[in-house]
Each structure stands twice: as C-alpha cells, then as structure tokens.
C-alpha cells in the first residue's frame, strides 16, 4: 500500500512563497513518477509539475513559468514544490500524486495514488 501525505500549503499574499512537501510510504517511490496537481473551484484538475523516477525528466504546466520547481528525493521517499511569485490565481487544493511502474506521465488517469490534498489560498 501506498501512501501520500502532503504538507506545506497555507494562506499567504500575493508574491508570496510556499514550499509543498509530500512524504510517500511504500517501496515503490524510487521506480513510480511523482507529481502535483491542483484543483480550484470549479474548474478541472490540473497538472502543476511532475519528475521522472531519476529526476532527469521534469514538466511544468505553462502557467508555471519559471515560478515553481519539483525536486525529489528518493532516500527520504519525498517529492517538493517549491512555489514563488505566487499569485491569486494559484489559489486552489494541490495534490501530491504517484504513478507507480510508470517512468514519467503528465496524465492523471497514469497516477494511481494521490494525497488528501493541501489548500494553498494567495489573496491579492
């Protein structure tokens, strides 16, 4: 069984930073992509950023440009996101998600596991 549980979100202004954690437990975090996504209201669930199993392959949604950076760390099972330049349109629940035997996905039908979720609001 795996499991994920996310840390970090909060209530900050606008030009903000905050760093996201997510701790996974199981054996299969070193052979599974990780990934972050986020779900505002009303609106689809989409991807914020994802890794490769090795961290050599890494994707970023657009509308991250150059704002935020996904590091793992594979002896400690972690996955970050570290958000800066945070605006109020960045406001939503950002999940942690892992996509075990896959080697790198931005899809999120391809992640089997995911977190409960942190809310991450950014007021103007």
């Known amino acids: 069984q795996v499991q994920l549980v996310e840390s970090g979100g909060g209530l900050l202004q606008a030009g903000g930073s905050l760093r996201l954690s997510c701790a996974v437990s199981?054996?299969?975090?070193?052979?599974?992509?990780m990934g972050w996504f986020r779900q505002a209201p009303g609106k689809e669930r989409e991807i914020v950023a994802a890794?490769?199993?090795?961290?050599?392959?890494?994707y970023y949604g657009e509308f991250v440009k150059g704002r935020f950076s996904i590091s793992r760390d594979n002896a400690k099972n972690t996955v970050n996101l570290q958000m800066n330049s945070l605006k109020p349109e960045d406001t939503a629940v950002y999940y942690c998600?892992?996509?075990?035997?896959?080697?790198?996905?931005?899809?999120?039908?391809?992640?089997?596991?995911w977190g409960q979720g942190t809310q991450v609001t950014v007021s103007s």
């Open positions: 199981g054996r299969t975090f070193s052979r599974s992509a």
């Open positions: 890794i490769s199993w090795s961290g050599a392959w890494i």
């Open positions: 998600a892992a996509a075990t035997g896959v080697l790198q996905s931005i899809v999120a039908r391809d992640y089997n596991y």
